[in-house]
């Protein structure tokens, strides 16, 4: 696939993918023949900045996130999650920092997203994955957390999508929040329309949209 250069950053700034890791070839190589037995192929493309938020949608099944899984290997790209604080303590607490995890504690609601941020931005590299509908059942409107996230730490937000009729994964439109969300996200929004999810009938019947402004301290 063609390497294209990105406007939210300069060519210096474009990390290099090579540095993925050779232990994680041989897990890349067998996902990417899955998929291709599959019957799946990739369209659009990862925006090649150092720190970026990834939502994924519509999300009506599980195997949503096991194609995104297997398209971040695709791209040699490490995902990163949010999870609850009670996740990460002995003994398996390592594990999940290793599979991505980013702890945050709940009891702070009001925090959610400021303790996200500091993390973002502690590192020089971190592509963090949320689902904005919050469930694969039915939704009339996205938590927004997800894009006070990266207005907070001032990095881009694009789509992950799964085309179950087409049999196509891949990026969608690459957003820089301006601060602006109901503009910026609708965005995202017009274009998942034209994505046929696997199952359509978990779609909400109305476009997703918030009935109230959103402040940069609500949480998912």
């Known amino acids: 696939m063609a ?3 990105s406007p939210f950053s300069n060519p210096e700034d474009i990390p290099d993918r090579g540095h993925f890791g050779l232990a994680m070839e041989p897990v890349r190589l067998i996902g990417m023949t899955l998929l291709k037995i599959a019957g799946w192929r990739v369209e659009g ?3 090649p900045v150092r720190k ?23 791209f040699r790209t490490p995902t990163n999650w949010i999870g609850k604080d ?3 303590k002995p003994p398996l607490g390592w594990i999940m920092r290793r599979l991505g995890g980013i ?11 400021s303790q996200v941020v500091d993390v973002i931005n502690a590192r020089d590299d971190l592509v963090l994955v949320v689902t ?21 730490a001032d990095i881009p937000i694009t789509i992950f999508f799964a085309d179950y009729k087409r049999r196509v994964c891949g990026f969608g439109p690459v957003v820089e929040p301006t601060g602006d969300y109901e503009s910026d996200v609708q965005v995202l929004k017009d274009f998942m329309k034209t994505i046929t999810p696997r199952h359509p009938d978990r779609l909400a019947k109305t476009p997703a949209s918030s ?6 301290h609500e949480h998912d």
């Open 211 to 216: 009935t109230t402004e959103p402040g940069p």
């Open 45 to 47: 493309y990862l925006p």
């Open 132 to 152: 904005p509908e919050g469930t694969r059942g039915r939704v009339e409107k996205w938590k927004s957390g997800f894009y006070w996230i990266a207005h907070g």
């Open 86 to 88: 009670a996740l990460f």
């Open 103 to 113: 702890a945050v504690d709940r009891s702070r609601k009001s925090d959610t997203v």
């Open 3 to 5: 390497e294209t250069r």
């Open 52 to 74: 970026l938020v990834i939502i994924g949608g519509p999300h009506t099944s599980n195997w949503d996130f096991i194609l995104l899984v297997l398209f971040a290997l695709y």
